[in-house]
């Protein structure tokens, strides 16, 4: 698979996603998000990725959002048809069933926030910035903006940020709980490479079983939840997984899970 948008490594089934446009600050245009589709689609069924970074070439942007030229463009229809294209995608890698994390190296701005809250995690640079400037241009955002920002920073705070379209820093997003957490840019890709590396060693199928637990509970009431998260439990009950990871504790040894 080869692509003219996107750097897509796979080092030691860790996939390393990179939007390389970095003359127009990685902005997500239709050959960008064509393209991420197809990665999205690669991570939620090959089974030798189990995980994988999103992040921006260049020093200054992870993804300054939508491209505004393909914007400008688009009348009622395809507008809509743009937005439901975007929050598919977003949605897919959201779903993709492998922990996401996105590297936030730069400008997230629009789409580009919208994408890093797709990601299950999110590790800024100290030179981040973050915001929903669509209001600036006229829209508002499409790319699932409305939804998941006041999902993990509350109402207030995301209303504050979609109606005035101001720019936060990375500190600010830290605060507010758009970010796990704030590093110094030359250590961005290593530390976020250590978070997955954590992640990737836990038992794949329990890390799945979360990942849909917490997506889906979150839409339910509490008793639906909470008979989802016991399914799970009992579902792992029956894996492999489990009955290493608590046979190595009580052998007093580190487990080697497989997935099954
Ligand atoms: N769509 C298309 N092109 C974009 C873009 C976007 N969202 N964001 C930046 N670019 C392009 C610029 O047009 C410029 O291209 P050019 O060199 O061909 O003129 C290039 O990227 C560099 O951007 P520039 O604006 O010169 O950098 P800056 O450091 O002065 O400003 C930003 C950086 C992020 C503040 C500014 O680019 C910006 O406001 N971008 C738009 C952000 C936005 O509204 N996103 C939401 C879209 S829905």
Redesign the pocket.
Known sequence: MTYQTLLFDVRDGLAFITVNRP???N???DQVMAELTQAAERLATEPEIRGAIVTGAGP??FI????????SRQGPFDGKARAMRGQAVLRRLETCGKPVLAAVNG?A????CELAMACHLRIASENA?F????V??G?A??YGGTQRLPRLVGKGIALQLILS?E?IDAQEAYRIGLVNKVVPAADLMVESEKVMRGILAMAPLAVRLCLEAVDQGFEMTLDEGLLLEANHFGLLAATHDMKEGTTAFLEKRPPRFEGR
Do not use: C, S, V
């Open positions: 003359d127009k600050l902005a997500l245009n200054k942007a300054a959002g939508a491209d505004i030229g393909d914007l400008f701005l629009g789409g580009g910035k915001g929903q400037p669509e600036k241009l829209i955002p499409g379209g720019m």
